[in-house]
């Protein structure tokens, strides 16, 4: 069984930063955020993986940062230079599994 709490998010303005943590209890290999707005699905922002290989989506890429400490057993999402369209529930998994965070809210505005 594992447990994933998500922190971090809040309302930022264009062009500020956040950094959201995904803390997990039990044992956990790869995992990824993804996001989501009302009304669409759920998008794959980022991944690492168990040897610290990361992908991300093109929408993100140079401005996001996926990263993990092993010792805390936490996966955190550095996001630099936000933008209104980044604005959504976050979500931790560990990654093809059933285990997801509760969700986290970034807002971007003004």
């Known amino acids: 069984q594992v447990q994933l709490v998500e922190s971090g998010g809040g309302l930022v303005q264009p062009g500020g930063s956040l950094r959201l943590s995904c803390a997990a209890s039990?044992?956990?290999?790869?995992m990824a955020w993804y996001r989501q707005t009302p009304g669409k699905q759920r998008e794959l922002v980022a991944r690492?993986?168990?040897?610290?290989?990361?992908n991300y989506a093109d929408s993100v890429k140079g401005r996001f940062t996926i990263f993990r400490d092993k010792a805390k057993n936490t996966v955190y999402l550095q996001m630099n230079s936000l933008k209104r369209e980044d604005t959504a529930v976050y979500y931790c998994?560990?990654?093809?599994?059933?285990?997801w965070g509760q969700g986290t809210q970034v807002t971007v505005s003004s």
């Open positions: 039990g044992s956990i290999a790869s």
């Open positions: 690492i993986s168990t040897g610290g290989v990361t």
């Open positions: 998994n560990s990654l093809g599994t059933k285990y």
